[in-house]
């Protein structure tokens, strides 16, 4: 879908302000009581959802060029998908589908910014946005044995593209080690899994994340599996959100935050361990408001702009929230404290959106404003179950000093296992 | 020709380069307001700067660079009227948005804020501390500041009163660069409590029932009053988006709806209970907002219209909201509960408790982009304040312009429209809420709606008190030529007009102007 | 020309203007030390039509203008600097309006307190009044002048709607809904509105002692009486003792009336005028007593009298207060005081606040309620004044938000030396109390001069308002900043 598509609803977009806000309802505090980085950083209102439906409309009449300043305003912007949910607490319009429409449109007239070219060429030519070998993917295997999913399994575990040599690299290892012990019958593409093509998507290229997603789904759908389990909640939200738009899926797309949640609700997984910490847990944007499925919609626009068939929006009710809430809560002597913002209202941890690519201080900065809110509640650790959340948060740690410990949840469901120390 | 660079550079020095831009990309989001889209942006200019300055002293500077070079500038903070649209070339949006500090005097029940405190920020902090602030009906995302030098309309008005009322000193950049400090502000070290005088109040001169709207230069910081909670209470938030509320305890807080077979039933039901000094929130509620506030989606919204329209065409519901509540002791609750029942059998209503979940609209309200959960864009009309009384025959006589005009407007099937009682009855302001779909023709057509409005007010010779910068050259020589004075006082504090220009008062209508909401009230 | 425009004058009021010396001697001073200057005229108009031709008489030639409408003043607001035409309002005493409905009262600004009451009670209504004003009080300057209200537990403590207004050039002008077409007697608005139109014109009328115009008629709000009540008189020794129980009486929003009177003005009251009762109960009162009002609402009012009354048992139990419908050492005083706490004080007796010595000057600012004890500390030892001579009053404003102290200087009138020495401690206290933070809302005499003098923006904008108000300045000149 195009930008022009969504001109109804860069329009009628109110100017409210609701975007930069969490839902008023929830607001325990005037210290965090925003949930826009974009608008919280950089201030203009252009850097605003609500500036942007203005950028758009400009840009698709003709009264804009592009400029810097513009691509600035466009790409400052971690596609959290807050500002649509707040929005749409109230009014249907699709407020994030006019930003993605932005991008789009950058792409299309090739205004796109070089780290972005350079991060989709490394797609396209090595399945990862790092433009490392291919052999990258599966090094985090060595020493690990699990079966190739072509021969036969009910559930495929998606890694996801991990850059060798980072902490995150640990994370499917983890994953398939808890799942093997609930001997779940799965297996892996190995060097042929091909990136998910989230973040080619993301920063508005089409072409290459078309092929990458009409690709994959020929390849899943070809597997004979029932589920898809990944531990990277940003490949998550591409199969459940926007997969489906291009293709349909035989099989269930899972977190595995839900698949152990099941696991442990059916008695398949126990905690042998206490765990005698403080913890808080951040909700990945893509698992959470972002995580809800696909819903196909095809229509008009008749009086008052109501949509003929009415059309189901996706408004983050139904992300997955409770089934990483639920393993923490069930793993002896921890205790789980939550923070002001959190699962629809959840700050974004700056990494989404192609910005940890081409601006890194600002999201460091949306990571830094995130550990600021943690540091409030005096805490032991951050849980998040997303390696994107956890490289981002652990590099604002790290750079601000702060002594707040970044896991992901694998590490300490492991640990409840197995006692191993986090 | 672009923004004088001289102008810029100076601005920069002021606040820096990465506070100030004149690209377009960034002028663009300053160029248009959200209500009155299409009729108070009427003739809207791109703006030609926008500049964040972080404290009062970077907004003398501004505004002395401004008066030096001539150039109009606007101060915004959250930015939801369409009056804060530029109507001249070249103008400065002042964006205040780096001034929210917020200190709450717990003692002596007020909070100073800046410009870029949102209420719901302010409700939140208070609540913790066992007070309360008076959310606008224009949503808690709104600046705490400008609602009230601007309008300041929320349901618990009923007590507490209009904007105006709850402003205490106040700290205020006039055109000239000068500071001017109201009420205590100017004693050294007397801090905001007071906001009258010294002598004749200054207060006077940023708002009447509506704002000066920016024209008399920027309101840096205020006092605002706070209100007493039985105890600190911070309210426990249930359900998940869409359906997020929090109800507060049923011993303090209760809610109910008293239906009516007349709006006069109605009205006479509001003038007993405030005389009976019971309540906090009283007002007889347009159906359509029921059903905007039942829906959560906008499909669900029209099902519930189309359903409940020939309804309400048939048994024409007149129906008062109440909060009541237990602020000495949940023995208040109960006793205004019995007058409030007494009321409601001697007057003809028919009386039920709703859900205590209506706190959460009124302590933390999202109604602004509720409000537009219809689709299409809204306007409120026939803002009169004076009487209970006063508010329906207007709004009555009101609707009959109202039905010419359908469409483009929506028949909501209302015989008056949204009156709402302040300081226990002793006002109220009515209005009439419309929606339409945004077109030019439609646009067009609601603006002669609201002319024939006024007009309407004017020749009944009832009150209008929502007097727009519009309006004053065609109400004042109907109102003791009032609108003279008005022009005296902007030439005097702005003798340059350019805070603003256009918007309080129009001094000099341009050749630009032509297609402006001014123009196109005053045609004929 | 003097006798040009004596005959201007008679052809508007007819016998009702005056140049006689005796009686142009009266309108020259009052009770405050402001220097006695005579008018050269004094004019009694009995209509807006009156005054509004004398007016503009008075803007043609340049003749300066002081309106009046009390009988009595303590402030000097009323006294001319530039000899010119006083305009005695005592005629326009009429009642024009009351609305039961809308709790609204339209008086002309002769109307008396005393009168205002009788009429009111016809309709079992009453006046948002101050402290027992003098019997000569105009209601209408009272409001004015922001005298505050006895009853904190509005949320306005303005009781002002609507006003017309002659202009200083002689037009006529209304506040509010009255601005609306046809008012007053045509238009469909009830004149209970007071904003508009355009700005709240009704804030610079009020406390500009006459500068920007003459207020021809007022509508005020006015409330229901109770129809039962409790008077409570709660002692307290020091000022500190009554902090934490007033904040929470208004917190929890008890009670109609509630303010604070220390044994000197509480003594007064009570006295009547006798100065040996005065003595007696000035030792026997004790230092501070709270006056609050627990009153029956119009529907149920026993029930909303249990209630409040539980409360405040409450409130007594956690300060250890005093709860009595007696007053401590007042003598059975307290049938007096609920005989009179609605009413001007009664125009047989000496004024109250001139009980002791005959004469009074009182000295007002406003603060916050959690400085008032630390003030008077610091009053206290700076000038040694000996409680005697010196009576308190502290009004909670708006449920405690602010607070209104009064300090009643007594003196000897008929004593040149202490009168001098009155009226240098006038200028010391004040300046006092300014530098203690006390804000002086409304700013008589040297008060005007110490707030104007060091709020530059604010009396350089009042005077640009004076300027388009009153650009000819006749308007009682040289009263506030100008």
């Known amino acids: 879908m195009t930008l022009e598509n969504y001109r109804y609803d860069a329009t009628y977009c109110p100017r409210c302000s609701n975007c930069k806000w969490i839902d008023h309802v929830y607001m325990k505090s005037s210290r965090f009581a925003m949930i826009c980085p974009s608008s919280a950083r950089y201030l203009f209102d252009t850097y605003s959802a609500q500036g942007r439906m203005d950028l758009a409309l400009a840009l698709l009449d003709g009264h804009l060029g592009w400029g810097p300043k513009v691509l600035d305003a466009i790409y400052k912007c971690t596609l959290c998908g807050a500002c649509d949910t707040m929005c749409k607490r109230n009014i249907d319009l699709e407020i994030l589908e006019v930003l993605k429409g932005l991008r789009e449109k950058v792409f299309e007239e090739r205004k796109e910014l070089k780290t972005h070219r350079s991060m989709v060429k490394g797609i396209k030519r090595y399945d990862n946005p790092w433009s490392r070998p291919r052999g990258v993917k599966t090094g985090w295997r060595e020493g690990f044995s699990v079966k190739n999913v072509k021969e036969g399994a009910a559930v495929l575990f998606y890694a996801g593209c991990l850059p060798e040599g980072e902490p995150q690299y640990r994370l499917p290892r983890l994953a398939l080690k808890i799942l093997t012990e609930a001997h779940i019958d799965l297996g892996v593409l190995g060097t042929e899994e091909k990136c998910c093509g989230s973040l080619s998507y993301q920063v508005g290229e089409r072409d290459v994340s078309l092929d990458i997603i009409r690709k994959n789904i020929e390849t899943f759908n070809g597997l004979g599996i029932e589920e898809l389990v990944t531990s990277c909640s940003m490949c998550y939200g591409m199969f459940k959100a926007v997969y489906p738009a291009y293709g349909k899926l035989n099989f269930k797309v899972s977190h595995v935050v839900e698949y152990i949640d099941r696991l442990i609700q059916d008695g398949r997984l126990r905690f042998n361990k206490t765990l005698d910490l403080k913890v808080t847990y951040h909700d990945p944007c893509h698992l959470g408001r972002l995580g809800e499925s696909y819903v196909h919609w095809e229509g008009k626009r008749t009086e008052f702009g109501r949509l003929v068939p009415p059309k189901e929006f996706r408004r983050g009710t139904f992300g997955i929230y409770e089934p990483p809430r639920n393993i923490l809560r069930s793993i002896p002597g921890l205790e789980l404290v939550e923070m002001e913002r959190i699962k629809e209202n959840a700050w974004c941890c700056g990494a989404g959106g192609g910005v940890k690519a081409a601006y890194e201080d600002f999201a460091l900065w949306t990571a830094s404003e995130r550990l600021e809110e943690v540091k409030s509640l005096g805490v032991d650790g951050l849980v998040t179950c997303c390696p994107h959340c956890e490289q981002n948060l652990s590099d604002a740690a790290k750079h601000n000093g702060a002594k707040i410990k970044i896991h992901d949840i694998l590490d300490l469901v492991w640990a409840g296992l197995n006692g191993m120390e986090v | 020709m672009g923004f004088p660079k001289i102008a810029y550079r100076a601005l920069e020095d002021v606040v820096g380069p990465e506070f100030v831009s004149s690209d377009p990309s960034i002028c663009i989001a300053y160029s248009r307001g959200g209500y009155g889209t299409g009729i108070y942006d009427r003739g809207k200019k791109l703006p030609g700067c926008v500049i964040l300055p972080k404290d009062t002293e970077e907004i003398q500077t501004i505004v002395r660079i401004a008066d030096r070079y001539k150039i109009p500038y606007i101060p915004v903070s959250t930015y939801f009227i369409g009056f804060c649209t530029p109507l001249r070339s070249n103008t400065l949006m002042i964006h205040l948005r780096r001034m929210n500090r917020l200190e709450i005097d717990e003692k002596n029940m007020s909070a100073l804020v800046q410009p870029y405190v949102s209420y719901s920020q302010l409700q939140i902090e208070a609540m913790k501390r066992g007070l309360f602030t008076c959310a606008t009906m224009a949503g808690a995302q709104i600046s705490v500041l400008a609602n009230h030098i601007s309008f300041g309309q929320g349901q618990l008005t009923h007590r507490l009163g209009i904007g105006s009322r709850r402003i205490l000193g106040m700290e205020w950049v006039l055109p000239n660069g000068e500071v001017l400090k109201t009420g205590s502000v100017g004693i050294p070290g007397a801090g905001y409590f007071w906001g009258e005088g010294p002598g004749p109040d200054l207060r006077g001169m940023v708002r009447g029932y509506s704002s000066n709207l920016g024209g008399l230069g920027i309101i840096t910081q205020i006092a605002v009053k706070l209100f007493p909670l039985p105890k600190p209470c911070v309210p426990e938030p249930q359900g998940i988006t869409p359906r997020t509320t929090f109800a507060l305890s049923p011993d303090t807080f209760r809610w109910y709806m008293i239906n009516y077979p007349t709006p006069e039933a109605c009205v006479n039901a509001m003038y007993e209970i405030s005389k009976a000094e019971i309540g906090a929130v009283v007002m007889r509620t347009p159906s359509l907002w029921r059903n905007i506030r039942k829906a959560t989606s906008k499909e669900e919204f029209w099902n519930l219209y189309e359903t409940d329209k020939v309804k309400i065409e048939q048994s024409k519901p007149n129906v008062i909201r109440v909060l009541l509540i237990g602020f000495a002791s949940p023995k208040q609750t109960d006793y205004e509960e019995r007058v409030l029942k007494d009321i409601a059998e001697e007057t003809g209503g028919s009386l039920r408790r709703v859900p205590d979940t209506g706190s959460a609209d009124c302590f933390q309200p999202s109604y602004t982009n509720c409000a537009f959960r219809p689709g299409g864009l809204f306007i409120s009309t026939k803002l009169g304040y004076d009487s209970i009384d006063h508010a329906l025959i207007y709004l009555k006589e009101g609707m009959k312009i109202k039905r010419a005009f359908m469409p483009p407007l929506l028949d909501d099937k209302e015989e008056c429209g949204w009156i709402c009682s302040y300081d226990f009855g002793h006002h109220a302001h009515g209005e009439i809420t419309s929606y339409y779909e945004l077109s030019e023709e439609n646009s067009a057509k609601v603006l002669e709606f609201e002319k024939q409005c006024i007009l309407q007010d004017l020749e009944m010779k009832a009150f209008m008190g929502f007097q727009y910068g519009a309006y004053h050259d065609f109400t004042g020589p109907r109102m003791g030529d009032y609108h003279l004075l008005l022009k005296k006082i902007k030439m005097a504090l702005d003798q340059n007009d350019l805070s603003n220009p256009g918007r309080f008062v129009m001094i000099d209508p341009k050749k630009e102007d032509k297609d402006s909401y001014y123009s196109l009230m005053n045609r004929d | ?482």
């Open chain 3, 1 to 482: 020309m003097k006798d040009i425009l004596f005959e201007k004058l008679k052809g508007i009021c007819g016998q009702f203007v005056t140049k006689d010396p005796k009686i142009l001697e009266d309108y020259s001073s009052d009770f405050s030390f402001v220097p006695p200057r005579r008018p050269s005229f004094v004019a009694f108009p009995e209509t807006t039509s009156e005054v509004k031709k004398i007016v503009e008489i008075a803007n043609d030639d340049r003749i300066p203008v002081i309106p009046k409408s009390s009988g009595m003043g303590f402030q000097g607001g009323a006294i001319p600097s530039e000899g010119g035409i006083v305009l005695d309002l005592r005629r326009m005493n009429q009642i024009l309006e009351i609305d039961e409905r809308n709790r609204m009262a339209r008086i002309g600004p002769g109307v008396k307190y005393s009168q205002l009451k009788g009429a009111l009670e016809e309709y079992n209504l009453m006046g948002l009044n101050p402290l027992l004003p003098h019997c000569s009080r105009s209601v209408l300057t009272s409001h004015l002048e922001r005298d505050p209200m006895l009853i904190p537990k509005f949320e306005y403590g303005d009781p002002v709607l609507t006003m017309e207004i002659v202009l200083p050039t002689g037009k006529i002008f209304r506040t509010g809904s009255a601005a609306a077409t046809g008012s007053p007697d045509e238009t469909v608005a009830d004149l209970v509105g007071p904003h508009g139109p355009g700005l709240d014109f009704n804030k610079i009328f009020q406390c500009a002692q006459g500068t920007f115009g003459i207020v021809t008629w007022m509508s005020i709000k006015v409330e229901s009486v109770p129809k039962i009540q409790k008077l409570y008189f709660i002692p307290f020794d020091t000022l500190d003792d009554a902090i934490g129980p007033v904040y929470r009486i208004q917190r929890l929003m008890l009670g109609n009336e509630c303010f604070m009177l220390n044994c000197t003005f509480l003594a007064s009251i009570l006295s009547q005028g006798k100065s040996d009762r005065f003595e007696s109960l000035e030792k026997d009162i004790s230092p501070w007593t709270l006056l609050l009002c627990i009153a029956g609402g119009d529907r149920r009012p026993e029930e909303k009298i249990e209630y409040e009354e539980e409360v405040l048992k409450g409130i007594g139990l956690e300060f250890h207060l005093k709860l009595s419908n007696t007053i401590q050492g007042g003598q059975g005083g307290e049938t007096w005081i609920e005989e009179i706490l609605r009413k001007p004080w009664p125009e047989a007796l000496p004024y109250w606040r001139f009980a002791g010595k005959g004469g009074c000057r009182v000295i007002s600012f406003h603060t916050t309620f959690d400085r008032i004890s630390q003030i008077h500390s610091a009053v206290f030892e700076r000038f040694h004044i000996p409680s005697e001579k010196m009576g308190c009053y502290i009004q909670p404003i708006e449920r405690a938000r602010a607070c209104y102290m009064e300090y009643g200087i007594s003196y000897n009138p008929s004593d040149p030396k202490e009168m001098e020495e009155t009226k240098n401690l006038e200028v010391l206290l004040n300046e006092f109390l300014y530098q203690q933070g006390g804000f002086f809302t409304r700013p008589y005499g040297i008060q005007a001069e110490i707030v104007y003098g060091r709020n530059a923006a604010y009396a350089a904008t009042l005077k640009e308002l004076k300027q388009i108000f009153d650009p000819n300045h006749i308007m009682n000149p040289g009263k506030l900043c100008f």
